[in-house]
T-cell receptor
């Protein structure tokens, strides 16, 4: 089945650690996105990529990094510079920009 | 700057009732508008996408309308069921790379 797979579903990070969230899609979509969801704040864009080997900062990119070496994959690293990383992270993709977006099932990151 | 608002924030109805969820946006220059459903702790499921040239889009018991001139969209759910209980989000792509601007969502509860 085509879709977007995020892993892991739950992730725990210790203070000062970097952690990487995986996002893989087999929809042959060019565009991929990372959003963060916090209670009462809705979804906010972290990074997006319109094509392989290219990505752009979103509204809240500080403390995060991404790579887009393959069309299917868009991993997100939450670095130790992100002071408040506890949140629900959602990956999305679309055929091109401004077309229908599809989301993964999310990764819940908690700082312990 | 595009802003998306959803009213009401929460809605509780008895099973079988027809209901309307509202979404408004401030900038009418949109490519499309997308409605999503989110179950607790889960990712977003795309329900309907209306292109800017369309007035309506239907899928099963769901009907979405779009009035660009007034900056409004509605999601009509016919014969509601307890399984429809979820948070419903509307979103429009705006500016950078197809970034989606989301409303805060309407939390729907359908009582048996």
């Amino acid at each position: 089945d085509g879709g977007i797979t995020q892993s892991p579903k739950y992730l725990f990070r210790k203070e000062g650690q970097n952690v990487t969230l995986s996002c893989e899609q087999n929809l042959n979509h060019d565009a991929m996105y990372w959003y963060r969801q916090d209670p009462g704040q809705g979804l906010r864009l972290i990074y997006y990529s319109q094509i392989v080997n290219d990505f752009q900062k979103g509204d809240i990119a500080e403390g995060y990094s991404v790579s887009r070496e393959k069309k299917e994959s868009f991993p997100l690293t939450v670095t130790s510079a992100q002071k408040n990383p506890t949140a629900f992270y959602l990956c999305a993709s679309s055929y091109t920009m401004n077309t229908e977006a599809f989301f993964g099932q999310g990764t819940r990151l908690t700082v312990v | 700057k595009q802003e998306v608002t959803q009213i009401p924030a929460a809605l509780s109805v008895p099973e079988g009732e027809n209901l309307v969820l509202n979404c408004s946006f401030t900038d009418s220059a949109i490519y499309n508008l997308q409605w999503f459903r989110q179950d607790p702790g889960k990712g977003l499921t795309s329900l309907l996408l209306i292109q800017s040239s369309q007035r309506e889009q239907t899928s099963g018991r769901l009907n979405a309308s779009l009035d660009k001139s007034s900056g409004r969209s509605t999601l009509y759910i016919a014969a509601s069921q307890p399984g429809d209980s979820a948070t419903y989000l509307c979103a429009v792509p705006y500016n950078q790379g197809g970034k989606l601007i989301f409303g805060q969502g309407t939390e729907l509860s359908v009582k048996p």
